[in-house]
């Protein structure tokens, strides 16, 4: 696996995320993803599993210091008096020190003005609770607000990104700001699988439709990608996507199946407008 290299951070190309992931799940699947050599772990506050997380870290057996280790601050806690008691209360849920990328998750959902949450979140910084920052689903014009208030470089823009979405203004923001992309939704909620342009790809490779998507997104400059599975059989077929390359006619394909309707995730009272 090769790293993304954005603002200082080395981010492992390929994510373990937890999203809707239960404690059981989390304890089953997460240390056998490490053992088998997953080295980025993404999870956050709102999505409950944080101590089992941390629990599945330190059952693996792998050290510490060779996971890159992700969670984010839920919308309800960006205020001033609550940002940074909410990050010490997630450490200690994960049985750490310091997470290695800290992000805001959501634009939207809080009145606190963007200048204190970035305030906040450089705060974590300084204070040795995360080692980078960052933020989660903004628009172009929230990635450069966001980059001109913040103090520390930003790493990355987590974002939804699948072949049925185009996010071509994102990443030229990254580019720009010296930015990764780390995606999440890959398989875009089961689509991806049944695809037969993916699937006809992955036959020219002795790979499934799921490894193509995968590949495509880790063969983009700047672009990290979060994979998710709550079954031990798919993990290998997850790693196994940096034994093979696409073509450049593949690439061009698998970007020619973005469509207009193709987002996916975009809650009412979270999301920005979108580019």
Not at 9 to 32: H, Q
Not at 65 to 93: G, H, I, M, N, R
Not at 159 to 178: F, M, N, R, T, W
Request: glycine share 8%; aromatic share 6%.
């Amino acid at each position: 696996m090769h790293n993304v290299t954005a603002n200082g951070a080395a981010i492992p190309a390929l994510g373990f995320g937890t999203f809707r992931m239960s404690d059981a799940e989390v304890a089953e699947v997460l240390p056998e993803a490490l053992k088998l050599g997953f080295r980025h772990v993404d999870t956050a506050q709102v999505y409950g599993n944080e101590a089992a997380v941390g629990a599945a870290i330190r059952a693996s057996g792998v050290p510490r210091d060779e996971v890159f280790l992700t969670t984010k601050v839920w919308v309800t806690e960006f205020a001033e008096a609550d940002l940074l008691p909410s990050v010490e209360e997630s450490l200690k849920k994960l049985g750490v020190d310091h997470v290695d990328l800290l992000l805001l998750h959501w634009p939207h959902g809080n009145d606190t003005p963007r200048e204190v949450q970035i305030a906040e979140l450089n705060k974590s910084v300084s204070k040795g609770v995360a080692r980078h920052i960052g933020v989660s689903n903004y628009n172009v014009a929230g990635m450069h607000e966001a980059a001109e208030l913040s103090n520390a470089p930003l790493v990355t823009n987590q974002v939804e990104y699948h072949p049925y979405l185009s996010q071509a203004p994102i990443l030229k923001a990254c580019a720009d700001l010296g930015m990764a992309l780390t995606g999440y939704y890959g398989m875009a909620d089961s689509a991806v699988p049944q695809d037969e342009v993916l699937q006809d790809i992955g036959a020219a490779h002795g790979k499934t439709a799921a490894q193509v998507a995968l590949r495509w997104l880790v063969q983009q400059p700047r672009v990290v990608t979060l994979s998710k599975t709550a079954k031990l059989a798919r993990l290998p077929e997850n790693f196994g996507i940096f034994d093979f390359e696409l073509s450049a006619a593949q690439m061009t394909a698998i970007h020619g199946l973005g469509r207009p309707d193709g987002r996916i995730i975009s809650p009412k009272d979270l999301a920005p407008d979108w580019d």
